[in-house]
């Protein structure tokens, strides 16, 4: 029966995780072709699309947030290694669960901001300046994907510690 559950939940996170690198990849693919567009309407016509810039911000919103829940599943974040050498065996643990702990603190504050922020903008329906893009529901969309960013973290810190208490090295 546990076994089933793990199985069920990999299975789902690996389908989560592929959808969200769906997501990130046309997110990209469109922001791409959008400057294309702009910059040679701009130079070739001069006529930019307009809103070009308020939709690559969105779209820029979109794409860090879609891949965070993804990069923190596989600990895949940019790290500087100075003292990692000094970090042997069962250290190497105790350090992945603090900074896993660490950094679920923080993730966690932006989450509740998030949260808030999120409420805010849709009580008072904020949109952007220029096209009128609603943000509230970007911002929704911000918070879901720091919630999974979360997870993600609450798993990695549940691993490590699992491996400090068995002593692996």
Known sequence: MIAT???????????????LKLV???N???MMAL?????????LLNAPLPGAFEITEVMMAVLVFSVLPIVTAS??????????HKF???????KGTLVSLISGTFVALATWR??????????IHDRTAFLG?????LVYFMFAMLVLTLGALAVLTVLNARRVVAGER
Do not use: C, N
Request: glycine share 8%.
């Open 24 to 26: 990130a990849a046309a």
């Open 75 to 84: 600990d895949e974040h940019l790290t500087i290694g100075l003292f990692e």
């Open 133 to 137: 893009i609603p943000l509230a529901p």
């Open 114 to 123: 998030v949260w808030l922020e999120a409420g805010r903008m849709g009580e």
């Open 5 to 19: 559950r793990q199985l069920s939940a990999a299975s789902t996170w690996r389908y989560a995780a592929y959808v």
């Open 28 to 30: 990209l693919f469109a």
């Open 35 to 43: 400057s294309a567009v702009d910059v040679a309407g701009r130079y």
């Open 88 to 94: 042997k065996g069962r250290m190497r643990w105790i």
